[in-house]
């Protein structure tokens, strides 16, 4: 059992578990429990931090089966992996050397050296942001549901929010739609997205006392604010004027609006205005954050933001004759660059292959069915309306749309091969070219 494997198995018995759990009769308000599929769906989005649903997780479970939801939610962000050292730290058990492994592959992390206590302060910081966030929220809703309700939406919007998930308790699939206008719960939540997309890392980096910053940091947030502020000026370009999304809205609202949709789609799936009226063109540039989604060791799916930039350096190496990959006088390692294209390259793939199973599966045009795809991929959450109308089949493969996303093409790549004898793959064969281009 590699550490590829154990996260595998250990992803779909979450899931597992919690398509059981809201099966039950007591999940759902009509005393009947989820069929299997549904239930599969909505545990799979759970866990893998998605927010595509099926059924209206207001209206349709009780509060037993949105507890689950939440309970799936914290664990499919933070890991599987993180909690069961939380548990063995608290029983003050040792955290053996293959434990600490599998860690390291959960984290994304290049050594397992500190690993235990990176683990400890990815606990510790993700906690303290999500009472924030709860406690911000709650103070807010107080005057419009009482502290009991609020409370609870308060909670429940935190960690959905930080943990990039996108589930949400107003009901008719509405999501945020009724606070459009309303800076504190826009602000709020945005944030807490953002704190969730960044990557524990990159928030362990800058909570530490050392002054100077990691290059990984930098690059996360300069790319990272640099795809926000871009998706909002085109958004508020394209949808300026549209009567259906940002057109009767003040102009300060429609600053916020456009704000809010560009930080959404990197991978939280919130959304404040009906995304389904949008121009062809903004949903098209949507697609394209999606897949791009939140950065590595984070909550957020997608290729991962640090992917991207270095794919984008990569070809523009080559468009220069340049030998070596050059970032902020740091060269990249070769196999860093060849898993950056390997990552980008699976994603591409599977979002083709599913985009096919589904344009013949499903009633509906090829845009609307690349943006499902696409967010399925991201685990972004954001939908066109589709989703509550999938067959079977279309049900069946946006499961594991979703599921690839969240684990990693590449994880489960290796989860899928077979170990091979080290010492052929270091053969080195004769060179020989072929053309190219």
């Known amino acids: 059992m590699t550490p590829a494997r154990v996260l595998v198995f250990g992803f779909a018995t979450v899931i597992l578990l919690g398509a059981l759990l809201l099966a039950l009769p007591q999940a759902t308000q009509d005393g009947l429990g989820l069929p299997f599929l549904n239930a599969v769906f909505t545990a799979t989005s759970a866990v893998c ?13 009780t509060h037993f089966g949105q507890w689950v939801i939440l309970l799936l939610i914290q664990v499919g962000g933070l890991g599987f992996m993180t909690f069961a050292t939380l548990f063995a730290m608290i029983l003050g058990k040792k955290i053996t050397f293959k434990e600490r492994l599998l860690l390291q592959e959960a984290l994304n992390q290049v ?13 510790q ?36 929010a930080f943990n990039n998930a996108g589930f949400d308790l107003f009901g008719n699939f509405s999501s945020l739609t009724a606070f459009v206008g309303d800076p504190i719960i826009n602000i709020t939540i945005m944030l807490l997205i953002i704190l969730g997309g ?42 300026f004027s549209n009567p259906k999304t940002l057109g009767p809205l003040p102009i300060s609202t429609k600053v916020l609006a456009a704000f809010f949709q560009s930080v959404t789609t ?11 009226n949008m121009y062809g063109t903004t949903l098209l540039s949507m697609i394209v954050l999606m ?13 991962k933001t640090t992917t991207f930039i270095t794919i984008a350096l990569s070809v523009l190496s080559t468009y220069r004759s340049n030998l070596h990959v050059v970032l902020k006088g740091r060269t990249i390692p070769r196999e860093v660059i060849t898993k950056a294209w390997a990552i980008t390259t699976s994603a591409a793939f599977l979002i083709f292959i599913v985009l096919s199973i589904l344009s013949h599966s499903e009633n509906s045009d090829l845009q609307t069915l690349l943006f499902e795809v696409t967010s399925a991929f991201g685990t972004v959450g954001l939908s066109l309306g589709i989703t509550p109308h999938l067959t079977v089949i ?3 493969a946006i499961i594991l749309t979703m599921f690839i996303g969240r684990v990693g093409p590449l994880t489960l790549a290796f989860f899928l091969t077979q170990k091979r004898n080290k010492l052929t793959t270091q053969i080195k064969y004769p060179d020989e070219r072929i053309m190219i281009g």
């Open 49 to 61: 931090v998605t927010g595509l649903v099926v059924v209206d997780t207001a209206t349709t479970f």
């Open 111 to 123: 050594s397992v050296e500190g690993i235990v206590r990176l683990t400890k302060s990815v606990l």
């Open 125 to 160: 910081i993700s906690f303290a942001i999500e009472a924030m966030g709860a406690l911000i929220l709650t103070l807010r809703w107080y005057s419009d549901f009482g502290w009991s309700k609020a409370l609870y939406y308060g909670v429940f919007h935190s960690i959905s």
């Open 198 to 239: 960044l990557g524990f890392i990159v928030l362990a980096d800058l909570l530490a006392p050392q002054k100077k910053l990691r290059l990984h940091t930098k690059i996360v947030l300069q790319v990272s604010g640099a795809l926000i502020l871009f998706g909002a000026a085109f958004i508020l370009i394209m949808e």
């Open 266 to 276: 990197r991978t939280a799936g919130f959304n404040t205005i009906d995304i389904s």
């Open 291 to 303: 897949f791009i989604g939140a950065s590595s060791g984070s909550t957020g799916g997608g290729i």
């Open 394 to 396: 279309g049900k069946s």
